[in-house]
């Protein structure tokens, strides 16, 4: 079937943020016909052919860096070769710098409903220790410009789990994405990922993250005080107001099939995984010499099928469905207040999501050791 979502990476920033391990292109003026060129030949190999979209998002890098002409010719090459429904959502990663009522018009002209707007904290000197390029007037600002130009579906993202040094109010950041409010939330512990700035620091004895309590201490806060105000805690790093979750992202923890194109893009046809050179350069050239771009490919297992069944029910509000044989194993994790079970559907508490890795390792063991019980 064709894939009725579609992924599009937009690799260029500004600069490269201090925790950032992403493909990204660091370009101070963004080329963006050289991109669309190759974005329209890499559409052209058939990838999206006879679709139906019903979710297209622009990811990153910085989608924004395109400016608003630059995210009407992205959506024009895209519907030059698939259909978008009418009631699809459309959503692109903005940062706050890059919001303005003129860029905004164009992309809600363009057909964009939805915004992913990078905050990441409303402290200045966090945001500078990140190697952000906005400051956190900034945000605010562009919630209003974003709201004024008709797209009022608006989602922030935060980052907790920070080292203590840098002294801030993690309570503080919570209230103030609160006080904007966004239809979504996202929420991510901070990681120190190999071949980042922080990753740096950390090889010189530098302090770069949070403790394991102060992990948890705040997972279970941003929880306490989304929930509160009214948000479903409906994925483990995602908030939403009722109905207003990410179609998107939501179809990748159903293991729906979707299509992927840009630098290190990946798509998935329900049986296999393929992904993209990361590189922005040889992903250009690769193209640009009518070569495929693809940099790899996984054939799924059904011992894999039955790990990611696991691990993306697990991450879920939704729960996983579980088997008559698999209760004495979760039974446990259900008295120590990590999991609840209601008619044979397993789903984790938010203190049960801070051991998802573990939990779902350890029932995607069980399965593979008794595949036909469960």
Same mark, same amino acid.
């Given at each position: 079937m064709p894939p009725r979502h579609l992924y599009i990476h937009v690799p260029f920033c500004a600069r490269r943020c201090s925790y950032c391990d992403f493909s990204i292109a660091v370009r101070s003026n963004t080329p963006v016909e050289e991109y669309v060129s190759?974005?329209?030949?890499?559409?052209?190999? %058939? $990838?999206?052919?006879?679709?139906?979209?019903? #979710?297209?998002?622009?990811?990153?890098?910085?989608?924004?860096?395109?400016?608003?002409?630059?995210?009407?010719? =992205?959506?024009? !090459?895209?519907?030059?070769k698939a259909s978008? !429904?009418?009631?699809?959502?459309? #959503?692109?990663?903005?940062?706050?710098?890059? =919001?303005?009522?003129v860029a905004v018009a164009q992309w809600a002209a363009a057909g964009v409903n939805r915004v992913s707007l990078g905050?990441?904290?409303?402290?200045?000197?966090?945001?500078?220790?990140?190697h952000?390029?906005?400051?956190?007037?900034?945000?605010?600002? !562009? $919630?209003?410009?974003?709201?004024? %130009?008709g797209i009022s579906n608006v989602s922030l993202d935060l980052i907790f789990a920070l080292p203590e040094t840098l002294n801030r109010s993690?309570?503080?950041?919570?209230?103030? !994405?609160?006080?904007?409010?966004?239809? &979504? $939330?996202?929420?991510?512990?901070? #990681?120190?990922e190999a071949h980042t700035p922080i990753a740096r620091w950390a090889s010189r004895g530098a302090i770069v993250e949070g403790s394991e309590g102060q992990y948890e201490e705040e997972f279970l806060l941003a929880h306490e005080s989304m929930t509160g105000a009214g948000f479903e805690h409906y994925e483990v790093s995602n908030f939403s107001l009722p109905?207003? %979750?990410?179609? &998107?992202?939501s179809a990748y923890w159903t293991g729906a099939p979707y299509a992927g194109v840009g630098p290190s893009a990946h798509s998935f046809d329900g049986g296999a995984r393929r992904w993209n050179v990361s590189a922005?350069?040889?992903?250009v050239r690769r193209l640009a010499a009518g070569n495929s771009p693809i940099g790899g490919e996984e054939v799924l297992t059904p011992e894999n099928r039955d790990a990611e069944e696991v691990y993306l029910g697990l991450r879920t509000q939704n729960g996983l469905e579980i088997g008559e044989s698999e209760l004495d194993r979760v039974?446990?994790?259900?008295?120590?207040?990590?999991?609840?079970?209601?008619?044979?559907?397993?789903?984790?508490t938010p203190t049960g999501w801070l051991r998802l890795d573990s939990l779902a390792a350890d029932l995607a063991a069980r399965r593979e050791l008794a595949p036909t019980l469960h």
């Open positions: 190759s974005l329209r030949s890499e559409l052209a190999t %058939g $990838v999206i052919q006879d679709s139906v979209l019903d #979710t297209v998002y622009l990811g990153g890098g910085t989608p924004s860096r395109l400016g608003g002409l630059g995210i009407a010719d =992205v959506l024009t !090459a895209v519907r030059d978008i !429904a009418t009631d699809a959502e459309i #959503t692109i990663e903005a940062n706050p710098d890059d =919001v303005n009522d905050s990441q904290s409303f402290d200045d000197s966090v945001l500078e220790w990140m952000r390029t906005h400051d956190a007037s900034q945000i605010g600002r !562009a $919630v209003k410009a974003l709201r004024r %130009g993690w309570e503080r950041d919570l209230t103030l !994405a609160l006080d904007l409010e966004p239809k &979504h $939330v996202s929420l991510y512990g901070l #990681t120190v109905g207003k %979750g990410s179609r &998107h992202n922005y350069s040889e992903w039974a446990p994790w259900i008295d120590a207040g990590w999991a609840e079970l209601e008619n044979r559907r397993l789903r984790l």
